[in-house]
């Protein structure tokens, strides 16, 4: 069964540092997205990316933030100087359809463990 | 804004049926779902439902959708040691964005 993939499973970073986070969606998948939970948190909302532009984002996703589908098959996060508030588990998500009223059935991949020392 | 709120826990006994209820506040949601996440793991899809559904079956799994009373509840029948996990509602429907709810953490007691 297809399924999104994100690596690494678990990044630890100093405060301060670029950390770039990998998923590679399902293959027929267009839309992309990412989300975070912080421990003991809900599962927030960060962005989502379709066509190779932003398609929505949170107040979250600032200009720490950026998305990238550098080729055919990853999707990636990247968070510059990171902050310690930025420890949490990071969620890749991708949907064949997108947007209001759409099947937006997200499959999610197993999540970045990001801990900021 | 948008706001999913679903109980923290539940404590069942092994055979039981389990029942997690959860509210919904946005009244265009679209298709409204429960993912189940094992500890360490990620959000697995369990089952969704469409908006002008009022029930759907899935072997173990019923969904009942009340969209007058925005409520949503997911019941699972047979409860094993194995459906140990916390359960998210959520929905979308408002943009790209789904909208989850905290969490309810299911303890199956052998």
């Known amino acids: 069964e297809p399924e999104v993939t994100q690596t690494p499973s678990h990044q630890v970073t100093q405060m301060g540092q670029e950390v770039i986070l990998r998923c590679v969606p399902i293959?027929?998948?267009?839309?992309f997205y990412w989300y975070r939970q912080i421990l003991g948190q809900k599962v927030e909302f960060l962005v989502s990316?379709?066509?190779?532009?932003?398609?929505?984002k949170s107040e979250i996703f600032d200009d720490q933030f950026s998305v990238e589908r550098p080729d055919g098959s990853n999707f990636t996060l990247k968070i510059r100087s990171t902050k310690l508030e930025d420890s949490a588990m990071y969620f890749c998500a991708s949907s064949v359809a997108g947007g209001a009223d759409s099947k937006n059935i997200q499959y999610f991949g197993a999540g970045t463990r990001l801990s900021v020392l | 804004g948008e706001d999913v709120e679903q109980s923290l826990f539940l404590s069942v006994r092994e055979g039981d049926s389990s029942v997690i209820n959860c509210t919904y506040t946005d009244s265009s949601s679209t298709y409204l779902y429960w993912y189940k996440q094992e500890p360490g793991a990620g959000l697995q899809l369990l089952t969704y439902i469409f908006s002008n559904m009022d029930m759907k079956q899935d072997q173990r799994l019923t969904v009942l959708l009340n969209k007058k009373d925005k409520h949503l509840s997911l019941r699972i029948a047979d409860t094993q040691t194995g459906d140990s996990a916390i359960y998210f509602c959520?929905?979308?429907?408002?943009?790209?964005?789904?909208?989850f709810g905290a969490g309810t953490r299911l303890f199956v007691k052998a």
């Open positions: 293959s027929n998948h267009l839309y």
């Open positions: 959520a929905e979308s429907g408002g943009g790209f964005k789904t909208i």
């Open positions: 990316f379709y066509n190779n532009e932003i398609s929505e």
